[in-house]
């Protein structure tokens, strides 16, 4: 027989994260301390200041792929991606995952959907996302995450901090 209290863990972020510091002329991020619950036991995450990028996907363990803008040519939109930040389930590590690559229109706007969360490790939990978007501004050389500064002309880059993934990507 089950009742309220044999349900099972709950992943989820408890108090909000504030993933900031995703732009000027660097690669690194801050958050402030937050608390993660982790198949329901509770987790205290310390804050980060300047923190440096990951370089690698958490997913694949390979380089990210890098977005390619339109090089300020006519009709040549660019990309757009979600990059999924993650705690680990012990609260000492955290990590990027970046979802599929989807083209853009000449409003630099997704162009038929927006691209689907990756995958997430299970021994991490999703805590923010940023979708980060190669407008047609941006190079046609492509830009990197965790290679590239975050104020590279034509990058635009937008944060949701998270209590748990939502269903879908939210597009404002």
Known sequence: MSDKY???GVDQVMTNPLLTGL???ATTFSTSAFVASFRSILKSVGAVAG???ATTDIVTGKAFNALIGGGSVAN???QGCVFLWLIKNDGS???VAQSNLVA???QDNFTWQPPNFPAVPDSFIPFAYSVIKAKNAASAAGWLFGTNNWNVSGIGISVANLATLPDRLVVA
């Open 76 to 78: 040549a939109p660019g």
């Open 23 to 25: 732009s000027g002329a």
């Open 6 to 8: 044999s349900t099972p």
């Open 51 to 53: 923190g440096a990028s």
């Open 93 to 95: 590590t955290m990590a």
């Open 104 to 106: 853009l229109d000449a």
